[in-house]
């Protein structure tokens, strides 16, 4: 899969491996669960420890990432923001966040985000996050090509906020259409 922030090369899908391992992925090298740091040179780390260093400066601290279902039966919302903090502890414990209250803007993005999707469409959703660098990569799928409608924000409780905020929260918040018709709504969030 792709990141949000752009496409991965060829090559360097078929350098990665994704192992899952309940519900989130740890991005791996070639050699399969196992792998070198190219800095430091420690002895190969299993899936999920921590190194140096980022990949991107040669290191082999994994990267965590959130692929999820969103089901429309029992609580999505609250299931997603279970799934969330879960994945936020993860990546705290690779890379810690710059600001307090990053954690906590991820947490309000992917509440806005995902109550939408199931209040104002239909059929099959999901949820990605990935910690990239410096900022988490959010995105929402749905089934329903239709843009989100931002309303004017309403002070007697009756909603209008949401937009405003996702948009206040992140930055690079877009809408890309899927290929089954739908629409993914994707944002990234300081960490």
Same mark, same amino acid.
């Given at each position: ?46 899936? $999920?420890? #921590? ?6 400066? &040669?290191?082999?601290? %994994?990267?965590? *990432?959130? =692929?999820? @279902? ?52 239909? $059929?099959? #959703? ?6 990239? &660098?410096?900022?988490? %990569?959010?995105? *929402?799928? =749905?089934? @329903? ?47």
């Amino acid at each position: 899969m792709a990141s949000v922030g752009g496409p991965v090369s060829g090559s360097s899908l078929s350098q990665l491996r994704v192992a899952l391992t309940g519900g989130l992925s740890w991005r791996t090298g070639p050699g399969g669960d196992w792998k070198q740091c190219g800095v430091c040179r420690v002895p190969p780390l299993r899936i $999920g420890q #921590a190194c140096c260093t980022s990949p991107a400066e &040669g290191g082999c601290m %994994d990267v965590p *990432v959130l =692929d999820r @279902s969103l089901y429309r039966s029992g609580q999505p919302t609250a299931s997603a923001r279970d799934a969330t903090r879960a994945f936020l502890l993860r990546a705290t414990r690779i890379r810690p966040p710059a600001e307090p209250g990053n954690r906590d803007a991820v947490l309000l993005v992917v509440d806005e985000l995902v109550a939408n999707a199931i209040r104002h469409t239909r $059929g099959a #959703a999901s949820l990605h996050l990935e910690l990239n &660098g410096d900022h988490i %990569d959010i995105c *929402v799928t =749905d089934a @329903s090509p239709d843009p989100p409608k931002p309303r004017r924000p309403h002070l007697d409780g009756t909603g209008g906020w949401g937009w405003q905020l996702i948009n206040h929260l992140t930055t690079d918040v877009h809408i890309e259409p899927t290929p089954g018709g739908g629409k993914a709504i994707c944002a990234r969030a300081p960490w």
